[in-house]
């Protein structure tokens, strides 16, 4: 309606105001309605204020008048009250021709504003307020007139008053215009009337509670839904278009307000500025209940919402239990309830007082309203419950942790005998809160991680399971197979939005980190008395938590440790209090474990009793502590005892409950020291009273105790006397009448799991007494029940449950996938494999897809695989023939899950994988295409054979392919392989059913099997690299196939490697560490084909990576070529190799320039090349070396040195080549070419700065044994020591090129190198390559253990006298001419000369000697004193060396016997052979030992007189730079080998059996006199020349003396060999001698060699100067006495002896 249309055609009857365009046609329209004669009141009230209006103009209005708190807008009070008193009489006519216009005149003062400012109720029943309020009750009171359009109007102006901001109705008058709607909805005469009732009710909800959230009257709110509202009821009062006309009925009256004209400039002030009563706040009201710091808006809101409340908890009576009226309100109540709670802003759950009405109030009537069977109350509880979990699960987390189980999981694990509508409500409900992830995430967190908590997810979980699972086989149930369907298909949607609610949340936190949800405190919102609410211990959404998952696992497994504990306990009681003080879940100590008894929820009682009754130490304790913690002071004693055991059930053995009773008594009588005389007394009273308990109350006792009975048998107990009768009868009757019993005895537990719920949560009376209610009835008879859940509220919320934790942190989810994914897993797989439906089917894939996406990003591999292997089983690709939809949808979610989830798949990759390639294998046979096993057993396979195949194929069906048949017959999912199976048919049907299943495979297009390979390189990391491995696994799963190898997976893994080539170096790199191993494995297979298949694949690859340009220091290339090099060494195949070298050459020829570290892989290829065994691959290989050496060479010396290492290790492998000796010279040459190249390549090595940074160390074997070199000179470092080694080569013509070559370069570019290098080249390549020639000297030392063992000596390849007289030759002249850089290294170069001069090798003696005599000549004016004394210090331990050795080697003929002669021993030996005797083998063996050990003696002799030789001539031509301590030297060597010599001619025994086995072997004896004879000459000469050559020094050293002492032990040897006793024999016998025998043949022999010595020694002395004589006489004149008494085999030695007595010893005899 307009006003200004209202107003324009009326001006005449309401005068000019605003307010008199309204009043004016609707008092006129009463006056000409009402009977006059019976209401002339209302007639004359009616033309009063018309004559009123028409008195009035707008310009007396004012705006004072507006603010004055007159009720009617331009009008002072008392004018308002007259305008609108004939209004207030004409409602109370009950004439509806009246009431009609006075209803639509109120509707329309109140939808306009006109009627503001004032404040509407009970208590203000004055001025203008009063006729205010008057017209409201007298509108309630039309509702009942009968007439359906006045209860429309009624309900019209109801809403309007209520929608109008300006007016604000308090307190009772607000109820009653909700009873009065209420009653049009109760009692309305049609259902149109009853709908319209109802929605303006739900419509003055939205509006009351929208003014309560903002605490104002002008608030922005949403218009009802009249549809929703007949959601749960009433739908059938919908008479065709009642829903329309109501939802237009409500959208008038709401709107009637923004459509008036005054609204927009005078509304905003009227709300702004009501009656001082609106805004201010009452004071000195502090009544209890009052909240004494509330706005009225927000009081009056509460105290509706109280009285709904308290509406919804009607219940009928006894009389009437069907009182339809009270059910109807009653559901009216609850919906207006849910109204409110639907539209519930943050006050509702952040100002205390507020969440303490919804918990006082609202969950009291849930509870009570839950032991209803009527389905609307039901579904109302539902959604009332669900805004519980949307918007107050942080304030009401105790109380949601009853009703959820109450309500929601009774419902859900009722499997057998459900309700349909129940739990289709129930799922509905799972369904709509488990999309919200942050209710699904708080439930795990605060019940599930909560030991005080039911773990509702959990429950829920299993729940679902269950429900999908359906009623158990062979049970018996009420379930119809079509509702049974129906709840599978909704317990698997609701487990699938679960997991997909999970990956949500999971996704937001890793994109958006952690995230804070506004504080939910609202300190100025608190306020009034709190102690007005003293009994509820309440919490808000401010006492919330942020906690991390670190503490969630902590009290996750807490809570599963208690629980293990308690489910222990229930078992057996001391295993259970073990376990859980083991696991440091309570304390040790009894009062720890006392706590826990009486605290712990779950405990089995009847446990409790038996722990408590133990006899144990520890048990008794408990029970004693337990007995003691509680306080019986006050209470009698049948109370007492009643208190007692509350918490326990007694024991049945009778010892266990004397010992429980017995406490009791001692503590009651303690706690109560004046009730008995002692606490025997007690004890058996209290004994009587349990006994009593049974008798009376056990149904199988007959005979019932009576009061009588129970006296007597208590006579006397109290220290002799009796016990007042009085006081024992009342106790009987206090038994008797109520049963002592535990809070758990109150009812039976409908189950197990329901019980211990109940348990748990402490409401098992209770809960058990709702849900056993089957009818409606009220629940004032059990208020205790009702207080006790009231105090369980209150208890709970001081438990940490009442903290309501959050969580950021999306490590949670590893708690709950844990708990989760078994009951998941079981629900979609039994679904996908028990049903065909598509829904079905559908949600199950799709849960599995949002598991696998949660578990795969949660890093839980078992359950993320379990996932993955579920589904890729369901595509049943392993058994094509019976595949159906499902299993091709199965196929399309394994492809999403690759694409969606591919970089956490991980391990998983392996199963999708292998689903694709069985993917692709049958549609190629689909397709007719010929297999890859045909591929790789004939080369030439034609393609275009495709095209018939595959029509013959898919039309026919007759096709006996062994492939086709295989898959027919199909497998089990784990087959690798298809194994042919002969003695399985197949039948043209199974081909044909076979053929209609690969057309439903149609569905899914190669672009998305192709896809998920393209765009691997979208992939992570660590994705890629997963990725690799499993691809590279299923690759060779086919390859390995026996009958059908396929290339599938290979070829994706050549797409693969090309995709993702350009990723980073570090990824690329563990990428080919993956493929690398899998084509070296493919590589060496045993199929020919694809070895070449893969080599071909490998040679792309690398041309394609090698035009990526690498840096230097790098290594990838050589990692990327590294499988030619594995599978060149490897293979058997010499077509593989022969493709590897072709490749390797085709690729470093075409891509030269930007190889770099691949040079070594390059090489390794060519150097096993050089040593293949097939003459072509070598050639090919060399031919490649040859070009690349030189037109590439700067190439290979622009990369580190380790490169030109491998490039020389491959050219001396090719010197090996037996094939053709050309190749191994020409290999040689070019190391020669390399050298010629490295000086003129300006590599100049000569260091002039000490701090040079391009100094390395070289720490290789091969190199410089660690020695510093410039990083120059390491390029010359390989290819010298390669040739060292060349050196040692068994053909002569390459040992002596490498020699030659090798010297060569060194002396042309010697004087490149630094002495730090040069000291490298001695160390690591002279001294090696002779080696070779000192070797076999060297091996005596090994001879002995080779000689006993009887094993052939070995057999060396020593130089030939040319070749060692070449390189010693060469040698020097390097040495010389390089002295001042090398001249450190003399001693090294010495050794090696005196080796060659010990050496018996034919002409290494003389070589040496030559080599020595050289350089000692080219260097003797050189020569340092030290550089001297280094030579002979080399000679003397070169000399000295060779003495262990030597008779290390004679010791071994000690145990060796020899024939004694020669003819015996041929004749044993001819026996011996005669007949067939092997006695003679251990004399042959002593004999060649003998043999060898004479060779070697005359080889030392001859070394060790040589050595004499050489320091003897050295001393003759350079005596002038010798010092002392050099002649020193040269003396000890003398004596040293003189010494020997002696210790050798001593071994008499020895020489005995040597000269046998010369005898024997006919070979001249070991010239060991002459040894001796020969040492002690040149031993006796040089000190001699040394005395006469150089008196001085002599003199400095004392020489005359070292002479003399020489001489007298030249001549003690010979008195020695003249004497025929041995020296023993002369100390033991008298030295009285009586005759001289004469000396043997062989003593005169030795004798003869010794003569000559002696004669020197004689005349030595002889020509001593006579002073010099005279000061030795005393030595040598026993000496000479001796000579003349002992027999000679030479007339010289008197004639001598004659001289010296003539010349020496007389002249000193005569002097004295």
Known sequence: MSVGSSGGGSQSLGGPTRCGWVLGPSLDKIIKNVAWRKHSHLVNACKSALDKLHSLSDAENSQDLAVSGAPLFGFNESDGELLLQPLVLALETAY???????????????????????????????????????????????GGLGDEAIELAVLKVLLSAVRSPAVLIRGDCLVDIVKSCYNVYLGGLNGTNQICAKAVLAQMMIIVFMRVEVDSMVVQFKSVVVGDLLEFSDRNLNEGSSIQFAQNFVNEAVQMFNEGRFS???????????????????????????????????????????????????FSSQEQPD???????????????????????????????FLNNVKQYLCLSLLKNSALSVMTIFQLLCSIFENFLTKFRSGLKSEIGIFFPMLILRVLENVLQPSFLQKMTILNLLEKISQDPEIVIDIFVNYDCDVDAPNIFERTVNGLLKTALGPPPGSATT???????????????????????????????????????????????????????????????????????????QRRAYKLEVQKGVSLFNKKPSKGIDFLIRNKRISGSPEAVVDFLKNTSGLNEAMIGDYLGEREEFSLKVMHAYVDSFNFGGMDFGEAIRFFLRGFRLPGEAQKIDRIMEKFAERYCKCNPTSFTSADTAYVLAYSVIMLNTDAHNTMVKDKMTKADFIRNNRGIDDGKDLAEEYLGDLYDQIVRNEIKMKADMSVPQSKQSNNLNRLL?????????????????????????????????????????????????????????????????????????????????????????????????????????????????????????????????????????????????????????????????????????SDASFFTTQNG??????????????????????????????????????????????????????????????????????????????????????????????????????????????KIVEVAHYNMNRIRLVWSRIWSVLSNFFVSVGLSENLSVAIFVMDSLRQLAMKFLEREELGNYNFQNEFLMPFVIIMQKSSSAEIRELIVRCISQMVLTRVNNVKSGWKSVFMVFTAAAADERKNIVLLAFQTMEKIVREYFPHITEVEAVTFTDCVKCLITFTSSRFNSDVSLNAIAFLRFFAVKLADGGLTLIVEDNDDDSSVKVVDGEGTDGRIVTSKESYWIPLLTGLSRLTSDPRSAIRKSALEVLFNILKDHGHLFSQQFWISIFSTVIYPVFESASNNKESHVQDQSLIASGSPLPQSQPWDSETIAVAAQCLVDIFVSFYTVVRSQLVGLVSILAVFITSTGKGYASTGVGALMRLVKDLGSRLLEDEWKDIFLALNKTAVSTFPGMMRLIRTLDNSEMPDDAQVYLNNSNLSSNNGFDNDDAEDDNLQTAGYIISRIKSHVAALLLIMQVITDIYKSHQQYLSSSNVKILLDTFSSIASHAHHLNCETTLQLKLQRACSILEISDPPIVHFENESYENYLNFVHDLLMSNPSLSKEMNIEQLLVSVCETVVQLYLSCASSESASEKRVKSPIIHWILPLGSARREELAARTSLLLSALRILNGMERDSFKRYVSIIFPLLVDLVRSEHSSGEVQTVLSSIFRSCIGPIIMNS
């Open 479 to 553: 379930l119809s197979p079509a509702h049974d369907l129906t709840f599978r298909l909704e317990s698997v949607k609701c487990l699938v939005s679960i997991i997909k609610s999970m990956g949500l949340w999971m996704d937001q936190q890793l994109k958006i980190g952690d995230f804070f949800p506004p504080s939910s405190s609202d300190d100025e919102s608190r306020g009034g008395d709190e102690s007005n609410l003293s009994d509820y211990d309440l919490q808000s959404e401010a006492a919330s938590e942020y906690s991390d998952a670190a503490t969630l696992e």
């Open 96 to 142: 509806p021709k009246v009431v009609e216009p006075a209803l639509d005149c109120v509707y329309k003062l109140f939808g306009l504003g006109l009627i503001r400012g004032c404040e509407v109720s009970m208590e203000r029943v004055s001025g203008g307020s009063k006729v205010v309020f008057d017209i409201l009750e007298a509108v309630c009171k039309c």
């Open 264 to 314: 927009a400039d005078s509304m905003q002030s009227a709300a702004s500025t009501p009656p001082a009563e609106v805004a201010e706040h009452k004071k000195g009201d502090e009544s209890p209940g009052s909240l004494s710091d509330y706005t009225k808006i927000r009081e009056d809101g509460l105290m509706l919402f109280k009285n709904l409340c308290k509406l919804s908890m009607k």
């Open 762 to 930: 402490g409401l098992d009376g209770i809960l058990n007494f709702v849900w056993k209610q089957t009818e409606e009835k009220p629940l004032g008879a059990n208020g205790v029940l009702i207080r006790h859940i009231q105090e369980q509220f209150k208890a709970n919320s001081g438990k940490s449950e009442s903290i309501y934790y959050c969580v950021t942190d999306p490590a949670i989810l590893r708690f709950m996938v844990e708990v989760c994914w078994g009951p998941m897993l079981a629900a979609f797989s039994v679904t996908l494999d028990q049903s065909d439906d598509k829904a079905a089917t559908s949600q199950s894939l799709q849960g599995i897809r949002h598991a696998v996406h949660v578990t795969a990003v949660m890093g839980m591999q078992t359950q993320r695989d379990a996932f993955v292997t579920t589904v890729a089983k369901f595509t049943y690709l392993h058994c094509a023939a019976d595949i159906k939809q499902k299993n091709v949808d199965a196929v399309k979610a394994i492809i999403s899950i690759a694409i969606e989830d591919g970089n956490y798949l991980q391990e998983a990759w392996e199963h999708i994988l292998t689903c694709l390639s069985r993917f692709e294998h049958l549609q190629l046979l689909g397709e007719g295409a010929p």
């Open 942 to 1051: 034609e393609p275009d054979e495709k095209s018939p195949k595959s029509s013959s194929l898919r039309k026919k069906g007759t096709l006996q392919d062994p492939a086709v048949m295989a898959v027919v017959r199909g497998g089990s999912y784990d087959s690798t392989s298809r194994k042919s199976n002969t003695s399985g048919l197949v039948t043209p049907e199974q081909i044909s059913n076979f053929i209609s299943n690969l057309n439903l495979l149609d569905q899914v297009g190669s672009f998305e099997l192709n896809h998920i390979f393209a765009h691997s390189q979208r992939l992570k990391s660590e994705a890629i690299v997963a990725f690799v491995k499993a691809l590279c696994k299923v690759s060779m799963s086919e390859l390995q196939s026996p009958t059908d190898p396929r290339v599938f997976s290979l070829t």
């Open 323 to 353: 009182d339809e009226i009270l059910l109807r309100g009653k559901t009216l109540s609850l919906e207006l309830l849910k109204v409110i709670m639907d539209n519930a802003g943050s006050i509702w759950r952040t100002n205390e007082r």
